[in-house]
C-alpha cells in the first residue's frame, strides 16, 4: 500500500505544481515519484498496513504487476516530453490523471474484497474519461471521451449488478469467501448470473470482443500518448483484475463460464485480426490489434497452473513495451504529418532509422516473431493452453497468421520505398531515442534469456 | 563446450552487427572477409571431424547450457555428420554468394552484407540445433533477413505483393510446426531432441502432429500444392536472394524432414500420410519440370527445377522411410537426399548467378530475346555448361551421384514411381537444353552481342568455384557418404523405437 500512497502523493503534487503555473515540472515530479515507488515496491510491506488486509493486500502478485505497470507508466512519462511539447498549459493535468489512473491499477492488483475492486476500476475509468478528451480542438478526441464515458458507465452498470447478485448468494464481499462459496455451491444459479454479468463488465474493461467496440474509436480519437497509456498500463491491470476474479472468485463454476471465454476468444481472435487488416489508418489498426492481444491473453484461462500468473505477466509486459515501441515512431509521424495513414510512414527508416527498426522490432515481437519477447510470452500461453484446449491454441495460431499481414504492411511502408517521404525532418529528443534502444534492447533480452524477467522483477 | 562451434555461430552475428554499423561502400569486403574466415573455419573443423558419433551420445562438437527455468529446454547445440554437411554447404556458399554481388552498379549498401551474415546465423543455428524450441527460433530467425533482401532489393513493381505472400505463407507453416512441436514437448519429458524422439504419442497422436510439421517443410520446400509462393519469389527477389533461398534455406527443410519430423512421429509414416507425401512429392517433381519447359522467364525456369529436384529429394527420403518402418532398415534415401542437398545447392546458386550474368548482357530474362551469346563468352558457355550437366545429372557431376541413389531408393519402394520420377532426368535435359541453347547459341541480336563482354574476374571466379564442386564430387561423392552415415542410420533406427 506504501506505493499506492506514493503515487497518489505523486499524483497530487503534480496537480498543485499545474496550480502554481509550474506545469512544466509535473513530468519531472511524476517521474520522480515512479523511480522512488518503483524502489519501494521491492521493499516488503509495512506492518501497519496488514490491519487493511481483507481489502487490499500487497501480496507476491500484487508486487509483480505493479512492478511491470510502474515500469511501463515511466517510459510512457519519458515520452511525454515530445508528445506533450504542444500542450503548453494543461501539461500537470494530463501527468496528474494518468498517476491517479494508475492509483486505481494498483488498487486493483491487490483487491481482496469486491468493493475494492469497484473502486479500483472507477478509479482506473473516471481519469481516462478526461484524459481521452484532452485534446479539446479535436472532434474526434471529443468523441472518444463521450463514447468512453457513456460505454464504460454502462459497463460499471453490469459490475454493480454482478456484484448485487453475488453478494445476495454467497452474502459476502470478500474475495475469499465468494472463492469458498463457488466451490461448494458449483450449480448456484443467482451466484452464476452474477458471475457472468461481473465477467461481462470485465470483458469491457479489457476490450474482449463483443465488448470491444468502443475502443477503437477510443483509441483512434485519445491523443496518442494516452492511447498508448491505456493500451498498456490499463490493460495491465484491467486484465489482472479479471484474471484475478475468475481465477479465484469463480474458480469453482469455472464449467459455468469457461465455455463462453471460449468463445469471446474466438470471436476476438477472427473479429479483431479480420478487422486489423481492414483498416488503412496505422493507429486504428494498433487498436484492433490491442483487442487482438486480449484475445490471446484470455487463453490463460484455460489449463490454470502455478506459472500461469508468471506467464500473464510476461505477456502483458512484452505486449506493452512492444505497444510503447510501435506508439513512439507513430506519435513521431503524427507529429510531422498530422495524420497516421500508412502511406504517412512511407521511408521513415530512411530519416528515422532508430524509431523505424523500434517500430519494426515490437511489431514483430507482436506478431510472435521469435527471439523477441512477444514469442516467449505467446509460447507461455500457448503451451499451457494446449494441455487443455488443443482447438483454440490452432485458432490462436490462425489469428497470429492473419495478424503478421498487417504487421508486415506497416513495416513495409517503413523500410521498402527507396526514399522516404518526410522532407521537413524535426529531429527527436535524446530521451526519446534513449527510450527507444531500451525498448529494443528489453525485447530482445526478454526474448533470448526471458528469466531475466523473472530476475529483475525479484520473483 | 566446443569453442570452435560457438565461434562458428557467433562469427555472422558479430559480423552483421558491425557491418550494420560502418557505413561504408567498403564494408562488403569486411562482409566478404568474415565468411571467408567463416569457411575456413568449417573446414578446419572437417579436418579433425569424428563420423561416429551420434546425436543421443557425446558429440565432438557440442555447446550445451541450461536456458530457462520454467520451460524445460536447453541451450544445445552439436554438429554431427549430417549437420557438418549442411554446415559446409552454408559456409562454403555464402561467401561466393557475398562475392558474386560485388560487380552489381550501383553496389549495395552495407546493410545488404549485414543482412546476409544474419542470415548466414540463423542457418547455421538451424543446422546444428538439437532442442525442439532453438530450432523453431532459428527457424523463425532466418526468415527476417531474407524477406527484407527480398523486398527491399527486389523487383519494383512486383515488390509488395510476393514479399507478402512469401512470409504470411512460410509464417502461417511455421507456426503450425510451432505448435506440433509444443504438443509433442507437452507430452515429453523435455524439448531436448532425443526426448523428443521418445514422446509418449498415440498413433492418431502422431499422424496430427506429422501434417502440423510438415505443413511447415511442406511450404519451405516447396512440395505441391504449397508452392504458389515460390515462382515468384524466387523470380523478383535480387539474385543473392535467390541464390539464399533455393541454395541454401529450402535444405533447412531437407534437414528438418530428416531429424524433426521422421523419428519423432513415426508411425503415420507407414500409414496413408506417407504414402501422400510420396505421392505429392513426386507430384511436385513432374508438374516442375514440366511447368518448366513452357517458361521464358530464366528466373522462373530455374525455380521450377528446383520444384523438381526437391521433389524427387522428399520423395527419395520418404521411399526409404517407408521400407525402413516395414522393417527394412533403409537409409539410401537418405544418403540420395543429402548427396543431392549438396550438390544441388551449388548447381541451382551456379544457375542463378548464370541467370543473372545473361540478364545483364542481355537487361532481359526472357530467354527468347537472348541469343548467340557462346561466340563473344566462350569462358562463360563452357562454365554454363558444367554447371547445366550436372544440373541434369549427368554422370561424373555431382547431380547425377544424388539422383542415381535416389532413384534406387524410390525403384526400391514402387517401381512405377521411380519410373515416374525417373523421368526428370528426361525433362530437366529438356528444360535445361532448352535454356542454353536459346539463350548461348543460335542467332543474337548483333547490336547486344557487340557490347556483350566476357565474364568479369568476378563472375569467373564464383563460377569456377562452383565448377569445381561440381567435377569434384561427380567424381569422388564417397566423403559426402561417409560424412552422413551414421547420423543416418541413427535416424532411421530411431523410427523404429
Known amino acids: ?459 | 563446450m566446443s569453442y570452435l562451434l560457438l565461434t562458428l555461430l557467433l562469427l555472422p552475428l558479430v559480423g552483421s552487427a558491425l557491418v550494420f554499423a560502418w557505413k561504408n561502400p567498403a564494408s562488403k569486403f569486411l562482409a566478404l572477409g568474415i565468411a571467408f574466415v567463416q569457411m575456413f573455419l568449417t573446414f578446419y573443423m572437417l579436418s579433425d571431424f569424428d563420423f561416429k558419433p551420434t546425436v543421443d551420445s557425446v558429440l565432438q562438437h557440442e555447446i550445451n547450457y541450461p536456458w530457462m527455468r520454467f520451460i524445460n529446454t536447453q541451450l544445445h547445440f552439436g554438429v554431427d555428420g549430417m549437420s557438418l554437411l549442411l554446415l559446409l554447404l552454408t559456409n562454403i556458399l555464402t561467401p561466393l554468394i557475398i562475392l558474386s554481388s560485388f560487380n552489381e552498379k550501383p553496389g549495395y549498401r552495407n546493410t545488404f552484407y549485414g543482412l546476409i551474415l544474419l542470415m548466414q546465423f540463423g542457418l547455421i543455428g538451424v543446422f546444428t540445433a538439437l532442442d525442439g524450441l532453438l530450432f523453431y527460433i532459428f527457424w523463425e530467425v532466418t526468415l527476417i533477413p531474407i524477406w527484407l533482401i527480398a523486398g527491399i532489393w527486389g523487383q519494383e513493381n512486383k515488390k509488395i505483393q510476393f514479399t507478402t505472400r512469401f512470409f504470411v505463407y512460410t509464417f502461417v507453416g511455421s507456426l503450425f510446426m510451432l505448435v506440433g512441436l509444443i504438443y509433442v514437448y507437452t507430452n515429453s519429458a523435455s524439448f531436448a531432441l532425443t526426448d523428443l524422439y521418445n514422446a509418449d504419442l498415440s498413433a492418431t497422436q502422431q499422424t496430427v502432429v506429422f501434417w502440423f510439421i510438415f505443413f511447415a517443410f511442406a511450404v519451405k520446400l516447396p512440395v505441391f500444392p504449397f508452392h504458389s509462393w515460390q515462382s515468384d519469389t524466387y523470380t523478383y527477389s535480387p539474385t543473392q536472394g535467390s541464390m539464399l533461398l533455393s541454395g541454401i534455406m529450402l535444405k533447412m527443410a531437407i534437414y528438418g524432414l530428416l531429424r524433426w519430423l521422421l523419428p519423432i512421429t513415426p508411425s503415420p509414416i507407414l500409414g496413408v500420410s506417407g504414402q501422400i507425401v510420396v505421392v505429392l512429392a513426386i507430384i511436385s517433381v513432374v508438374h516442375g519440370a514440366l511447368i518448366a519447359i513452357i517458361q521464358n522467364d530464366s528466373k522462373r525456369l530455374i525455380a521450377y527445377s528446383s520444384l523438381s529436384h526437391v521433389g524427387l529429394m522428399v520423395a527419395g527420403i520418404m521411399a526409404s522411410a517407408i521400407l525402413t518402418m516395414k522393417g527394412t532398415l533403409t537409409i539410401t534415401g537418405g544418403e540420395g537426399a543429402l548427396v543431392q542437398t549438396f550438390a544441388h545447392g551449388i548447381n541451382v546458386v551456379g544457375l542463378f548467378y548464370c541467370a543473372d550474368i545473361l540478364f545483364k548482357r542481355f537487361k532481359t530474362r526472357d530467354i527468347r530475346k537472348m541469343g548467340g551469346l557462346a561466340k563473344v563468352a566462350p569462358k562463360f558457355a563452357v562454365l554454363f555448361m558444367v554447371i547445366l550437366l550436372g544440373s541434369i545429372a549427368l554422370p561424373l557431376t555431382n547431380g547425377f551421384i544424388g539422383e542415381f541413389i535416389l532413384i534406387k531408393s524410390i525403384f526400391d519402394y514402387s517401381i512405377l514411381a521411380a519410373v515416374i520420377a525417373g523421368t526428370t532426368m528426361i525433362f530437366s535435359s529438356v528444360y535445361l537444353f532448352r535454356f542454353f541453347g536459346k539463350s548461348m547459341l543460335g542467332k543474337g541480336d548483333d547490336a547486344v552481342l557487340a557490347s556483350a563482354s566476357d565474364l568479369s574476374a568476378v563472375e569467373f571466379t564464383v563460377l569456377s568455384s562452383l565448377v569445381v564442386f561440381v567435377i569434384v564430387l561427380g567424381i569422388f561423392p564417397q566423403p559426402i557418404l561417409d560424412l552422413v552415415n551414421s547420423s543416418l542410420k541413427f535416424i532411421f533406427t530411431s523410427m523404429l523405437n
Open chain 1, 1 to 459: 500500500m506504501s506505493v499506492l500512497i506514493i503515487i497518489f502523493l505523486t499524483a497530487v503534487a503534480a496537480l498543485f505544481a499545474g496550480v502554481f503555473e509550474q506545469g512544466k515540472f509535473s513530468r519531472y515530479i511524476g517521474i520522480a515519484g515512479i523511480i522512488i515507488a518503483f524502489y519501494v515496491s521491492f521493499l516488503p510491506e509495512l506492518e501497519f498496513f496488514s490491519q487493511y488486509k481483507s481489502m487490499f493486500e500487497y501480496g507476491l502478485n500484487a508486487a509483480l504487476f505493479t512492478k511491470i505497470s510502474l515500469v511501463i507508466t515511466l517510459l510512457i512519462f519519458f515520452l511525454g516530453g515530445f508528445a506533450f511539447s504542444n500542450h503548453r498549459s494543461h501539461q500537470s493535468e494530463l501527468y496528474a490523471l494518468m498517476l491517479f489512473s494508475l492509483c486505481g491499477g494498483i488498487v486493483l492488483f491487490g483487491f481482496q474484497n469486491l468493493v475494492t475492486l469497484f473502486l479500483g476500476i472507477e478509479i482506473l475509468s473516471i481519469p481516462l474519461y478526461v484524459l481521452a478528451g484532452s485534446n479539446k480542438s479535436d472532434l474526434r478526441s471529443n468523441e472518444a471521451s463521450i463514447k468512453y464515458f457513456l460505454m464504460g458507465a454502462f459497463a460499471t452498470g453490469f459490475l454493480l449488478f454482478g456484484i448485487a447478485l453475488i453478494y445476495g448468494s454467497s452474502s459476502s464481499f470478500d474475495l475469499y469467501k465468494i472463492h469458498e462459496f463457488s466451490m461448494a455451491n458449483p450449480k448456484n444459479i443467482m451466484f452464476t448470473m452474477g458471475a457472468v454479468l461481473v465477467m461481462v463488465a470485465l470483458a469491457f474493461k479489457v476490450s474482449l470482443a463483443p465488448f470491444h467496440m468502443w475502443s477503437p474509436d477510443v483509441y483512434q480519437g485519445s491523443p496518442s500518448l494516452i492511447t498508448a497509456f491505456m493500451m498498456s498500463t490499463v490493460k495491465i491491470s484491467a486484465f489482472y483484475a479479471f484474471f484475478k476474479m475468475m481465477s479465484i472468485g469463480f474458480l469453482g463454476i469455472n464449467a459455468e463460464w469457461i465455455n463462453i471465454m471460449g468463445v469471446l476468444i474466438i470471436i476476438t481472435l477472427f473479429l479483431a485480426n479480420v478487422m486489423g487488416l481492414a483498416q488503412s489508418n496505422a493507429k486504428r489498426m494498433l487498436a484492433y490489434s490491442s483487442v487482438s492481444h486480449v484475445g490471446y491473453l484470455a487463453l490463460i484461462f484455460f489449463g490454470l497452473n502455478n506459472l500461469s500468473v508468471y506467464n500473464l505477466a510476461f505477456y502483458l509486459f512484452a505486449y506493452s513495451l512492444a505497444t510503447i515501441g510501435v506508439m513512439m515512431c507513430l506519435i513521431y509521424v503524427e507529429k510531422l504529418k498530422r495524420e497516421t495513414s500508412y502511406n504517412a510512414f512511407k521511408g521513415l527508416a530512411q530519416s528515422e532509422p532508430i524509431l523505424a527498426v523500434t517500430a519494426a522490432i515490437s511489431m514483430l515481437s507482436m506478431a510472435g516473431i521469435p527471439l523477441t519477447a512477444g514469442f516467449m510470452g505467446k509460447f507461455g500461453i500457448f503451451a499451457q493452453a494446449i494441455t487443455d484446449t488443443p482447438f483454440l491454441v490452432i485458432v490462436a495460431i490462425l489469428g497470429s497468421a492473419i495478424s503478421i499481414a498487417y504487421y508486415l504492411r506497416l513495416i513495409m511502408v517503413m523500410f521498402f520505398p527507396k526514399e522516404s517521404s518526410f522532407k521537413t525532418t524535426e529531429k527527436v529528443t535524446l530521451t526519446y531515442n534513449i527510450v527507444a534502444v531500451f525498448v529494443v534492447f528489453a525485447i530482445i533480452a526478454l526474448g533470448i534469456f526471458p528469466d531475466l524477467f523473472a530476475r529483475q522483477f525479484g520473483l
